[in-house]
């Protein structure tokens, strides 16, 4: 299909569905970019696969009270990131483990619930891996309004995070509040994820979140370049994997991550400093004129735009 093509599928009126879903996916793909820059530097993979997981049982729950999954999702998403806050300040057991506990309870609460639905196996198949096809005007809203929230407080609490962020104890020594600055954080995680589901789905939302920052993260040693890089990159994966995924009748969610897959590959071979060509071509020059000095270690990212 040509992109002409495509764009007359778009402005089609028997084909409302499609512009919906690349309003939702480029808008989750850009707040995702956004923040998992912070998940990237502070190494917190796992809580975004926690709450993927987490809000399982909301979205469950809103299917078969046929509510908002969007809203669903959001309120069991929200609690258990307190949840894993406050069960967190306990240092007998590591925040990982308390993360394991709730990923896996959250998620076979959902599977308990959303069971008891007539039909649920369609259903299921939708939340895991995403659809297209039945996307309400309502969400769309409700995305829009959520990401604007979240780029809202991501702008305001900036310095704040990256403090958290990069040195928790000299947050503390400077009066930062950890804490709350951790639910905070959890829980722009938690809305970043759930507006993501509709299209991407509840496997593969954590690629959204991680794979567009850490290909960001690649291209530069700049905080404020960085975080303008990852929405980047995540909008346009979204905007060519709808595109891919149209054409050649692919599932979207899959297609979008793999898009931001190759451009986190690219850039992990071709990226100017940090790429494994420029660094061989480093090594290469480095031998020739005879240095034995290793190569010095990755600087730390420059809060400097």
């Known amino acids: ?85 406050i069960f967190s300040q306990n240092r007998r057991v590591k925040e990982d483990s308390i993360i394991g506990v709730f990923l896996v309870g959250a998620f076979a609460l959902g599977i308990v619930i959303i069971s008891q639905a007539p039909g649920y196996a369609g259903s299921l198949q939708q939340f895991l891996f995403g659809s297209i096809t039945g996307i309400p005007d309502r969400d769309l809203y409700v995305v829009a309004g959520a990401g604007l929230v979240i780029l809202g407080l991501v702008l305001a609490l900036h310095k704040e995070f990256v403090a958290v962020c990069l040195d928790r104890e000299m947050s503390r020594s400077m009066g930062l509040s950890v804490f709350w600055l951790d639910i905070v954080l959890y829980v722009l995680v938690t809305l970043a994820v759930v507006i993501s589901l509709q299209t991407i789905g509840n496997i593969l939302v954590l690629a959204l979140l991680i794979t567009p920052a850490a290909a960001a993260r690649l291209l530069t040693d700049r905080l ?29 969610g899959g297609t979008i991550v793999l898009v931001a897959t190759t451009v986190f590959l690219t850039a992990w071979l071709v990226a100017p400093r940090h790429g494994l060509l420029a660094r061989r071509w480093r090594r290469s020059l480095g031998s020739e004129r005879g240095d034995a000095a290793p190569p010095s270690p990755r600087p730390a990212l420059s809060q400097n735009k």
């Open 224 to 252: 404020g370049v960085m975080m303008l890089l990852a929405p980047v990159i995540g909008g346009t994966s979204a905007l060519v994997g709808l595109y891919l995924s149209w054409s050649y009748d692919t599932p979207v």
């Open 1 to 85: 299909m040509s992109i002409a093509d495509f764009i007359t599928d778009l402005l089609n009126p028997d084909l409302a569905f499609l512009p919906k879903a690349l309003a939702i996916a480029v808008m989750s793909s850009i707040v995702c970019g956004v923040v998992g820059c912070y998940v990237v530097l502070r190494g917190m993979a796992f809580i975004g696969d926690a709450v993927a997981h987490a809000v399982f049982p909301g979205i469950a729950v809103a299917f078969v009270l046929q509510g908002s999954l969007v809203l669903g999702g959001a309120v069991a998403g929200v609690a258990t990131a307190l949840l894993i806050a």
